[in-house]
């Protein structure tokens, strides 16, 4: 296949989306950078162009999902079609790890509307273009917190399930109409949410965030259907997901709360 011309990231004001469009925006790509903070990305754009890139800033709540779908429609079109997705704006950090009966119906609510509701409208205006066209890429950045159910994380663990799920359907469905979906599964990655839990949650196996970037670049660059990092924990999540519930419940507990 060939490289794409054009891609948007969401959530790149920071973290791993920007970390990402500067990779992709490296190798030729025209990337639009798309997060709710205009003057970071304006920051971004401007050094990503300093550097001999082309990008673009696109201010854009996932969490209002109708106005999404209507924004991502027109930006399509106005473009000549967006070849590559990367669906990665999210809640996280210290929000995401509230005690079930401490958390407020507001932080659910969120939680669930952005990671997954938010997500979901991100992809789902360029499906029908790119089906059209024969070819195109859809990334989205789930959770390993999708392979196992852990205390503390019910709302974020489901907006990610969710989401992990969509994606797989939505890979079945498209990939034999020349569309890939590139599901990704972090584990803790040195973001400013993952500074959020600090002294308040162990965080296994931490990755650095231009790590985190190169994996997720080489996953699309193959086409990949999963990218998971790190491998270990990836690994045992798998693992303890397979066996059965009463046997490891107590465990999980014990090990996450």
Known sequence: MNEPKRALITGASSGIGLHLARRLAARGIEVWLAARRQELLEREVAAIIAAGGRAHALVLDISDTEATVERLTRLDAEVGGIDLVVSNAGLAGARGAIPLPECAWADVRDILQTNLVGNAATLYPFIKPMVARGHGHLVGVSSLSADCPTARTAPYGASKAGLTYF???ADIE??????????????FTKTAATDELVGKAPMPFLVPIEKAARLIDRGIRRRARMVRFPFLLGLVGRLVASLPRFLVAHLIYKATR
């Open 174 to 187: 498209l990939r034999p109409r020349g569309i890939a979906v590139t599901i990704v599964h972090p584990g």
């Open 167 to 169: 994606l797989e359907s």
